[in-house]
Each structure stands twice: as structure tokens, then as C-alpha cells.
């Protein structure tokens, strides 16, 4: 495990030390629709902290209107979502993209680019991110394949809660990780096993020796860019409970070290969620097996990321653009996936209502059967926010909880969260 942690570090260091690619300047003339979608998808990718980096699929339309000393250039662009992590140092345009049967993500953009004096800027862009096949089309193609889980499931936190306990016990690392981000679940039925997760997700180093005995909740992440990274998968079935972790870890951004008598500055993480625990669960302390006795398991952590076509001030109703829904509690079976689509650009409406999500069935599972019995609803102390003020300020709240949202740029102000339901 130590060699390959090393080994894995070794590649992170090459990826980190290769040059950017050199950005073709973007000229106001009819030669400017490649340059002008290249430095878009740069600058989407550069303010899209969470979840994962997206290429450009297709140029769908471009529109240019000159003005004086330059021009405006408003895109219409179709974007793949890749399999590099945020926090991977791999260059997008290098990322791979995923299959239709590993259900891919695709972001419907509107990009509007000033060019003043030869210099290009993108003051703003609107994206509609939404799974390329609803659970009902893919169902018609592939009826055992796995669907999309909420990034707050229940059930699938606590399978990610054994993997990052798994990983820490397993490790040779210096200091302990917590859980940063659930970057998607995939989820399924199998006859001999039940319910399974193949999930990815990201652990963060903290201020904990390991080795220490301290409470969980003391475990601070060191600041982001002197914190080493790892990116996450793992299998857990219900019948059997955890079946593998695997990460890549990544080195910090900034290695110096600390002078004499200088602490570790503190610093906050703005997506790192808790998942309430319910009554009469008490928080483990954090020790290492050496200590004596296993390690107990670190609290869940909840991510709820809203998407869906937002809206910039200035024109009329938002496109027929439907978000998919998702939920699922601890305990219960498979869950519904209530899936609608979105087809057109976004539109830079501000007042419009919010999109109406449309639902359909949900999916089958292996063998053509129905989800399986003895399904029950939720408790109240089993129930989630459907999302959180998060990587997009709570602004795209009907949106679909599976997955990492393109927040709109600029981002807009908080909107107001209603409380959680209380026992």
C-alpha cells in the first residue's frame, strides 16, 4: 500500500508540473466560434469546485454582435461530463468521458464572452446539468444496468462511511481523513446480495495524527491547498457489507513547511456537510487499531448539490428544461428515480418559476423484476434535505440530488432554506 501510495503521489507531481495548454486568442471575426468555446469550457472548468470536470461535446451556436474596440459573443454549447474529479490535477481536455451506460452527465450551456482590445472574458454563463438518459429511456436499453443515487442517500453514506473508515485503518498515512465530497452512487438490485453501491467519493487530511484518540467531530481538514487529497471508489453490497476501497491520493499544493513555533493555520471547508445523527448514537473517538480495539467509524457526511437551469435577469420564461428527482432512506428498497429531461439552451430569465419536474416510473432491475418488498417511507429522524446550501449558494434547489451541478456564473445570492423537519 505505501509503494503504491508513493508511486500514485510520483504521477500527481508529473500531471502538476505540466504546462497548461495555450489558449488560441479569441478574434471578433467568423474564425472565432472553436477559440471562443475552448476558453469557455477553461472558465467553467476553473470555478467548478465540486464534483467533475466536463469537455466540450458540440458547438451548437454561437452569436456575434460587434461593439465598439470589440465585440460580444454569446455560445450555445453541449458538454460531456468527464471522470476526473474537481481535485484531480489531470487537464480536462486529457479526462475521459463516460459511456451512456455509466449513466453520463451532460451540461446544456450559455456562455456570453466579452472581447475588448484582444482580450477575452466570460462575465457570465448559464448551464442545465441533467443525466443524457432518464431511468425510464435507459431502462429500454439496458434493464440491469445501475441508476444514479441521491449524493445524501442514507443508506449509500453509510456504505461510504465504512469505505473512508476502511481506508484509514488500511492506510499508512500520517494523519486521518474525513470525507470531503460524494462525487456520485450508482446503485442496483442483485438477487443473492440486495441492494449494492459502487460509489466515488473524496477524503480530505486532517489535523489528526493517527494514532491520536479524539473525538471525530475535532478533526478538522487541514487548509485546501496544504491538505493532501484522494479520490475514492468504492463496492458495498447489503447483503454483504464492504467489498473494496481503492484511492488515489493526491499531494498538497503547498508543501512548505512550517517555521519553528508556527502551528497549522485553520481553515473551513464550505461543502464538508455532517449528517445528523439520530438520538442514542454517540460520537466515536478517533484511535488508531494499534491503540487497541478496531477504529470506530466517522459520523456520515451529507452532500446534497442542487442543479438545474438557472436564470440571469433580462428575458423572458426559462426553457422546458426538467431536473431528476431522487430519494432514498436508509432501510428501505431500491430507490424511486423520478426522471424528467431538458432539451434547449438555458435561458437567462430571472422572475420565471421554477422549472416543472416531470416523473416517470422507476427503472427495473436485474432479472426485469420490480424494486424489491417490504419498501417503507421515511421516519423523520431518516429524513435528508433534498439539498443543501452548497456549491451553488441553494440557488438551483429543484434539481437533481445524483449529481454535481454547473453553478451559474456569477453565483447568485443564498436563497432562503426551509428547516429540516424536526421529530
Not at 118 to 132: F, H, K, L, S
Not at 341 to 365: D, L, N
Request: proline content about 13%.
Amino acid at each position: 500500500m505505501k509503494a503504491l501510495n508513493v508511486l500514485v503521489l510520483l504521477a500527481s507531481v508529473v500531471l502538476l508540473c505540466r504546462a497548461s495548454p495555450v489558449l488560441e486568442p479569441v478574434m471578433c471575426n467568423e474564425d472565432h466560434s472553436a477559440a471562443a468555446a475552448r476558453l469557455a469550457v477553461h472558465d467553467i472548468n476553473k470555478h467548478h469546485k465540486h464534483g467533475y470536470k466536463f469537455r466540450l461535446s458540440e458547438i451548437k451556436e454561437t452569436k456575434m454582435d460587434k461593439v465598439e474596440e470589440g465585440c460580444t459573443i454569446e455560445l450555445h454549447l453541449d458538454l460531456l461530463e468527464t471522470k476526473c474529479h474537481s481535485i484531480s490535477p489531470k487537464h480536462f481536455e486529457d479526462c475521459e468521458t463516460r459511456h451512456v451506460t455509466e449513466r453520463a452527465v451532460i451540461a446544456n450551456c450559455t456562455v456570453m464572452m466579452a472581447v475588448k482590445d484582444g482580450n477575452a472574458t466570460v462575465p457570465r454563463y448559464d448551464c442545465d446539468t441533467r443525466q443524457e438518459k432518464t431511468n425510464r429511456e435507459m431502462s429500454r436499453m439496458c434493464p440491469d444496468c445501475p441508476v444514479l443515487t441521491p449524493l445524501n442517500s442514507p443508506e449509500a453514506l453509510t456504505a461510504i462511511e465504512k469505505a473512508v473508515h476502511e481506508e484509514n485503518i488500511n492506510s499508512t498515512n500520517e494523519h486521518f481523513y474525513v470525507l470531503q465530497e460524494v462525487g456520485r452512487v450508482m446503485s442496483g438490485w442483485m438477487s443473492s446480495q440486495g441492494m449494492y453501491y459502487s460509489s466515488e467519493f473524496v477524503i480530505v487530511e486532517t489535523h489528526c495524527p493517527m494514532g491520536s484518540r479524539i473525538a471525530i467531530q475535532a478533526c478538522d481538514p487541514l487548509c485546501p491547498d496544504r491538505a493532501r487529497h484522494a479520490f475514492c471508489r468504492s463496492s458495498y453490497t447489503r447483503g454483504s457489507g464492504l467489498q473494496s476501497v481503492d484511492c488515489e491520493y493526491y499531494p498538497a499544493l503547498n508543501t512548505t513547511a512550517l517555521g519553528p513555533g508556527e502551528k497549522e493555520p485553520r481553515c473551513q471547508y464550505p461543502h464538508l456537510m455532517h449528517l445528523p445523527r439520530p438520538a442514542g448514537h454517540p460520537s466515536p473517538a478517533v484511535h488508531h487499531p494499534s491503540a487497541g480495539g478496531g477504529r470506530p467509524p466517522p459520523p456520515p457526511h451529507a452532500h446534497g448539490h442542487g442543479q438545474g437551469p438557472p436564470s440571469f435577469p433580462g428575458s423572458g420564461p426559462p426553457p422546458h428544461a426538467h431536473g431528476h428527482g431522487h430519494s432514498s432512506f436508509a432501510g428501505s428498497g431500491p430507490p424511486p428515480h423520478a426522471h424528467g429531461h431538458g432539451h434547449g439552451p438555458p435561458s437567462f430569465a430571472g422572475s420565471a418559476p421554477p422549472p416543472h419536474a416531470h416523473g416517470h416510473g422507476p427503472p427495473s432491475f436485474a432479472g426485469g423484476q420490480g424494486p424489491p418488498p417490504h419498501a417503507k417511507g421515511p421516519t423523520n429522524r431518516e429524513r435528508v434535505l433534498p439539498f443543501f446550501i452548497g456549491p451553488c449558494n441553494g440557488f438551483l434547489a429543484y434539481s437533481d440530488p445524483a449529481l454535481h451541478p454547473i453553478c451559474p456564473k456569477p453565483l447568485p445570492e443564498p436563497r432562503n432554506i426551509p428547516e429540516l423537519e424536526r421529530p
